[in-house]
């Protein structure tokens, strides 16, 4: 079955950086575009950032443009999320997410906090 497994998430002072990756089973990883979604307490899952299936096109939420890097290896069947200069609005649970088939599959999480 489809697996998303996310890792990478932690502590991180304000202006530091964190890279998260998302290994996937279960599915032709290079034949999706893959998503990264975050929801912080209290709030809505919102958009981060999706990269196509070959890698070569990437969007951004304005909130992180210029400061994430989405990006994947398909050999590997993962995505990663660099962040960059992270601040306190970062803070939140990121999530792994594709469509595959007809199915909205998503990863289990993974914490990010940036705090002094």
């Known amino acids: 079955q489809v697996q998303l497994v996310e890792s990478g998430g932690g502590l991180v002072q304000p202006g530091g950086s964190l890279r998260l990756s998302c290994a996937a089973s279960?599915?032709?990883?290079?034949?999706?575009?893959m998503y990264w979604y975050r929801q912080a307490p209290g709030k809505v899952r919102e958009f981060v950032a999706t990269?196509?299936?070959?890698?070569?096109?990437?969007k951004y939420a304005d909130s992180v443009k210029g400061r994430f890097t989405i990006s994947r290896d398909n050999a590997k069947s993962t995505v990663y999320l660099q962040m960059n200069r992270l601040n306190s609005e970062d803070t939140a649970v990121y999530y792994c997410?594709?469509?595959?088939?007809?199915?909205?599959?998503w990863g289990q999480g993974t914490q990010v906090t940036v705090s002094s």
């Open positions: 997410n594709g469509w595959v088939g007809a199915r909205d599959c």
């Open positions: 279960g599915f032709t990883f290079s034949s999706y575009s």
């Open positions: 990269i196509t299936s070959s890698g070569g096109s990437t």
